[in-house]
C-alpha cells in the first residue's frame, strides 16, 4: 500500500506538503498540487483506506477516592 511519505520520497518534497496538496490546502500552488495528484494516482495512492471506524469514549469521574491509582477506559465494540 502507497502512504503519504512514498508519494514524498518520490517526488523530493516533505510528507506534510503532500498531505496539504492532498487536502487542497490553500498555500500549496495548482501546479504541485497537480503533480502531487498525479503521483499518487502512478503509485496508486487511496486516501479511503485511512479512515477508521469512529468510537465512542465514556468518561466516568469519580470524586472523594483517596487512593486512585487507575484510570478505566470503556469502549463499546460492534
Known amino acids: 500500500m502507497t502512504t503519504i511519505q512514498d508519494i514524498a520520497d518520490k517526488m523530493g518534497v516533505s510528507k506534510s506538503t503532500v498531505s496539504k496538496a492532498l487536502n487542497d490546502a490553500p498555500d500549496i ?6 503533480q502531487v495528484l498525479e503521483t499518487a494516482v502512478a ?3 487511496t486516501k479511503l483506506r485511512r ?3 469512529p468510537t465512542k469514549k465514556v468518561c466516568i469521574i469519580i470524586e472523594k477516592i483517596k487512593k486512585a491509582r487507575a484510570c478505566l477506559a470503556l469502549r463499546r465494540t460492534t
Do not use: P, Q
Request: aromatic share 16%.
Open 43 to 45: 503509485l496508486g495512492y
Open 51 to 53: 479512515y477508521k471506524k
Open 29 to 34: 500552488s495548482e501546479v504541485l498540487r497537480k
